[in-house]
């Protein structure tokens, strides 16, 4: 199952959500964005934090019993 997480789980008025399958790959996918689209060099260790307590899995939509 997919891990994920958004800005706005962690109190950024963003809209980007990261994905992946280990909880490594998302904090990899944010600290590249946090760079890209909010000009953080390093994401402050207790936003880091934030968004390590905030990643959860993904339910896969559109998937049930038939």
Do not use: W
Request: hydrophobic share 30%; proline share 3%.
């Amino acid at each position: 199952m997919s891990k994920m997480v958004s800005c706005r789980d962690v109190g950024v008025d963003c809209d980007f959500e990261a994905r992946g399958e280990t909880e490594h790959e998302v904090l990899q996918k944010c600290a590249e964005h946090a760079k890209s689209a909010h000009g953080m060099n390093e994401i402050p260790p207790d936003l880091a934090a934030k968004v390590r307590t905030s990643i959860r899995d993904e339910e896969t939509k559109g998937k049930g019993a038939s």
